[in-house]
Structure formats: C-alpha cells, structure tokens
C-alpha cells in the first residue's frame, strides 16, 4: 500500500479507499469457491470412472453382450422356422385335406356350442359358439414346427461349436482337472479353481496321461 505526505497536513493518508479494498476482497473470495467446485467436478468424475469401469466388468464378465446376440439370433430364427413351417411345409399336406384352409381347421366337435350345430365352418366359428374341440389339426401344426426348430438348432449349434472350436483352438487349452476350455495363458481354472501353474505342453500332457 502506498502512502502520500500532504503538504498542508503531516499526516500520510493512503491512496486506496474502502471501496477498492472491499471490491478486492471479494476477487480474493472467488478463489476458495472456484477451487471446491473443482474438487467437486473432480470427484464426480472419479466417480463416473468407476462405474464406467465396474460396468464394463460387468458386461464383459457376465456375457450379457453374448446373451443378447443369442437372443435376437434365436428370435430371428424362431421367425424364419415358423415361416417355413406355414409357407413351405403347410401347404402340400392341405392338398391332401379338402375343405380346409389351414390346419387349424381340422378339429373335431366333442359338444355343440349355443347354436347347437354339430359342424362349424373354422375353429374361430366353433369357439365363439361355446363349443368344445379336439384341435388336432393345431397340434399337428405345432409338432411340425417343434421338429423344424429342433432340427434347425441342432444343425446350426454344430456348425457354429465346429467354428469356435478351431478358431479358438490357438488361444485356449482345456483344464487337465475338469476339462474345461480356459485361456492357455491361464495359472488357475476359472472352473474348478485348480492350480495351473505348470503350463508347459510337457506338463500338461504328463497331467492328462
């Protein structure tokens, strides 16, 4: 601070007033605020990491990833079945039943309904009237398409374990404990727990015989 000598007064008086000295008392109070909302910036984006980081865990450990993939596969291949089941297989059998449009027109009436007929035209007809059915076209339907998908699961599960076999085949190896298929870099079986940490190709065939 800096200070004058009057000529007429021996006084020193000060250049600041106390409005300056007020204005740069609040220039000093920013600061302290400016850093605790840094800190707490700070601190949410610790925070923010962390769970970025337990999530990824989470999904790379659990095969959510792979089980929504099987999912939508499965759900796309159930379609793809049940179109071939009803365009494709469908159509020549209804060639060998006359009067039917699908098969669920093929049912058998085992009580009348309100109406009191003994034959109805589809098997909407026949529940709106109250009756009761043996709906053995649906079944049959049904049936056929069980044994489509069935068959379809099983043909793509072989050729999809047959090409993960081989293309896993360079980076994994199977436990000598549990035979479990684990990372050929692995100590210890993810399985089983057992200890592997004799992983030479040597020791593990010794193990295995």
């Given at each position: 601070?800096?200070?004058?000598?009057?000529?007429?007064?021996?006084?020193?008086?000060?250049?600041?007033s106390a409005t300056d000295v007020k204005s740069s008392s609040d220039k000093i109070n920013v600061r302290p605020n400016l850093t605790k909302v840094l800190s707490e910036v700070g601190k949410a984006g610790k925070h923010a990491h962390t769970f970025y980081y337990e999530f990824k865990r989470?999904?790379?450990?659990?095969?959510?990833?792979?089980?929504?993939?099987?999912?939508?596969?499965?759900r796309s291949l159930q379609y793809m079945v049940r179109s071939f089941v009803n365009d494709i297989l469908i159509p020549p059998l209804l060639c060998a039943l006359p009067g039917a449009q699908t098969l669920n027109d093929r049912f058998v009436v085992i009580r009348p309904g309100k109406s009191g007929a003994k034959t109805y035209s589809n098997l909407?007809?026949?529940?709106k009237d109250g009756a009761i059915t043996i709906n053995y076209g649906r079944f049959a339907q049904e049936?056929?398409?069980?044994?489509?998908?069935a068959v379809a699961l099983f043909q793509l599960l072989h050729v999809l374990s047959a090409f993960?076999?081989?293309n896993l085949s360079f980076d994994d190896r199977d436990c000598p404990y549990c035979l479990s298929v684990i990372p050929n870099r692995?100590?210890?079986?993810?399985h089983c727990t057992a200890d592997l940490t004799l992983s030479s190709p040597e020791t593990r065939k010794s193990i295995t015989h």
């Amino acid at each position: 601070m800096e200070y004058r000598k009057n000529s007429s007064d021996v006084v020193d008086q000060p250049l600041v007033s106390a409005t300056d000295v007020k204005s740069s008392s609040d220039k000093i109070n920013v600061r302290p605020n400016l850093t605790k909302v840094l800190s707490e910036v700070g601190k949410a984006g610790k925070h923010a990491h962390t769970f970025y980081y337990e999530f990824k865990r989470y999904v790379i450990t659990s095969r959510v990833v792979d089980t929504g993939i099987a999912y939508v596969m499965g759900r796309s291949l159930q379609y793809m079945v049940r179109s071939f089941v009803n365009d494709i297989l469908i159509p020549p059998l209804l060639c060998a039943l006359p009067g039917a449009q699908t098969l669920n027109d093929r049912f058998v009436v085992i009580r009348p309904g309100k109406s009191g007929a003994k034959t109805y035209s589809n098997l909407q007809n026949a529940i709106k009237d109250g009756a009761i059915t043996i709906n053995y076209g649906r079944f049959a339907q049904e049936t056929i398409s069980f044994f489509t998908v069935a068959v379809a699961l099983f043909q793509l599960l072989h050729v999809l374990s047959a090409f993960f076999k081989w293309n896993l085949s360079f980076d994994d190896r199977d436990c000598p404990y549990c035979l479990s298929v684990i990372p050929n870099r692995a100590t210890r079986c993810r399985h089983c727990t057992a200890d592997l940490t004799l992983s030479s190709p040597e020791t593990r065939k010794s193990i295995t015989h």
